[in-house]
Nanobody, 114 residues
Framework: QVQLVESGGGLVQAGGSLRLSCAAS????????MGWYRQAPGKQRDLVAAITSGGITSYKDSVKGRFTIYRDVAKNTVYLQMDSLKPEDTAVYYC????????WGQGTQVTVSS
């Protein structure tokens, strides 16, 4: 089982930056893939960025070049650095860990004002 605790959301103006953190309760090398999803009101939850246990990263097209996912293995934490934020990035962001079972964090609100 994996517990995920997110932090770092908030309110920021367009063009600003935020960093989200997701602390896992176990060694993240043992987790096949960790990622960040987001869900805006009335929309489905979409994958934003992911990192595999081997360190391979992937991104949603609309965030490429603006968002960076990375990890600190010593802290069992995955981060999402979000730069050049846009109002359309406004959503609840969820941390995700994929093993045989999928685990979710509680979500953190990101609001980007224009």
């Amino acid at each position: 089982q994996v517990q995920l605790v997110e932090s770092g959301g908030g309110l920021v103006q367009a063009g600003g930056s935020l960093r989200l953190s997701c602390a896992a309760s176990r060694n993240i090398f043992t987790i096949n893939r960790m990622g960040w999803y987001r869900q805006a009101p009335g929309k489905q939850r979409d994958l934003v960025a992911a990192i595999t246990s081997g360190g391979i990263t992937s991104y949603k097209d609309s965030v490429k070049g603006r968002f960076t996912i990375y990890r600190d293995v010593a802290k069992n934490t995955v981060y999402l650095q979000m730069d050049s934020l846009k109002p359309e990035d406004t959503a609840v962001y969820y941390c995700n860990a994929q093993q045989v079972i999928t685990y979710w964090g509680q979500g953190t609100q990101v609001t980007v004002s224009s």
